[in-house]
Structure formats: C-alpha cells, structure tokens
C-alpha cells in the first residue's frame, strides 16, 4: 500500500509558475513509477507526466516545454514543476503510484488531487 499526499496548488495568473508536491509513504518509494494527472472541469482524468524508478520520463504533447517532472528518493517525493502556465491548466492535479512504468499504465495508487487555477 502506497498513500500519496499533493501539495502547492493555488491561484496563479496565466504565465505564471507553480510546484506541486507528492509525498508518499506506506511502502519502498524507489520501488514505483510516479504520475501526475489532471481533471479539467466536465473533462475526464489525463496523464500530464510520469517518471520510472529510474528516471525515465513521460509528458504530455499538451505540457511539453512548460513542465518538468522529477523525483526525490531520499525524501520519497515526486515533483511537478509547471512554468508558462495557461488557463487551459486549470484542474485538479492528481499524483499517482504504479509498480509499471509507461504512459497506458493504470496507475493502483493515487492522491486526494491539489487544485490548480490560471487567471487570464
């Protein structure tokens, strides 16, 4: 069992930069892949980013340029860093845990989401 903890959405005018924190705990952190996640109002859950045990790393077309995955295995935290930020960004950002690794994963673990807002 994997709990995930989001952290450091907010309110951010569009251009703007945020980092969302994942925190996670209850099991070997190296031991899984790590995705980010996100549900637009009225859309459906979308894969942003994701990240292997080793380091490999997945974007969206959509967040390519814009935002950057990483993770920190010492203090079992995965990252998203979000710059150039749009209101089309705007959702709720979820962290997600996998023993898999790939963009097609159904990831077994996930967060309660952060909610982040772009102004225009």
């Known amino acids: 069992q994997v709990q995930l903890v989001e952290s450091g959405g907010g309110l951010v005018q569009a251009g703007g930069s945020l980092r969302l924190s994942c925190a996670a705990s209850g099991s070997t952190f190296s031991n899984y892949a790590m995705g980010w996640f996100r549900q637009a109002p009225g859309k459906e859950r979308v894969f942003v980013a994701g990240?292997?045990?080793?380091?490999?790393?997945l974007l969206a077309d959509s967040v390519k340029g814009r935002f950057a995955i990483s993770r920190d295995n010492a203090r079992n935290t995965v990252y998203l860093q979000m710059n150039s930020l749009k209101p089309e960004d705007t959702a709720v950002y979820y962290c997600?845990?996998?023993?898999?690794?790939?963009?097609?994963?159904?990831?077994?673990?996930w967060g309660q989401g952060t909610q982040v807002t772009v102004s225009s």
């Open positions: 997600a845990a996998d023993r898999r690794w790939g963009k097609l994963v159904q990831y077994d673990y």
């Open positions: 990240i292997s045990w080793s380091g490999s790393r």
